[in-house]
């Protein structure tokens, strides 16, 4: 399975992006499709999750009421919409898949490259 990660670029504080990651390839014990965030120094951080076959979403409590998560299973392709966007948003976002719904980067199989999202105060 390959991620594609698009859709970061730089938006002002209390702004909208939508992250997309379209997926290529098969792996039927794909459960889950996640976002993840880091930046320099840090250690990556989860932002959201959602249940490929369920629709079941999780969000880190730092992003909770501001971004969703969806998917398009026809498309292959999941989607993280960003509001009300903060300057402490400012990471490189990273895609996954894997076969369990979690927030641990250690549960996900695969790894999109990242796309960078810069908000501006």
């Known amino acids: 399975v390959q991620l594609q990660a698009s859709g970061g670029g730089l938006v002002q504080a209390g702004g909208s992006l939508r992250l997309s990651c379209e997926a290529s390839?098969?792996?039927?014990?794909?459960?889950?499709m996640g976002w993840f965030r880091q930046v320099p120094g840090k250690e990556r951080e989860f932002v959201a999750v959602?249940?490929?076959?369920?629709?079941?979403?999780y969000f880190a409590d730092s992003v909770k009421g501001r971004f969703t998560i969806s998917r398009d299973r026809a498309k292959k392709t999941v989607y993280l919409q960003m509001n009300s966007v903060k300057p402490e948003d400012t990471a490189v976002y990273y895609c996954?898949?894997?076969?369990?719904?979690?927030?641990?980067?250690?549960?996900?199989?695969?790894w999109g490259q990242g796309t960078l999202v810069t908000v501006s105060s």
């Open positions: 390839g098969r792996d039927f014990s794909i459960n889950a």
């Open positions: 996954a898949a894997g076969p369990v719904i979690t927030d641990t980067w250690g549960g996900y199989r695969y």
């Open positions: 959602i249940g490929w076959n369920d629709g079941r979403t």
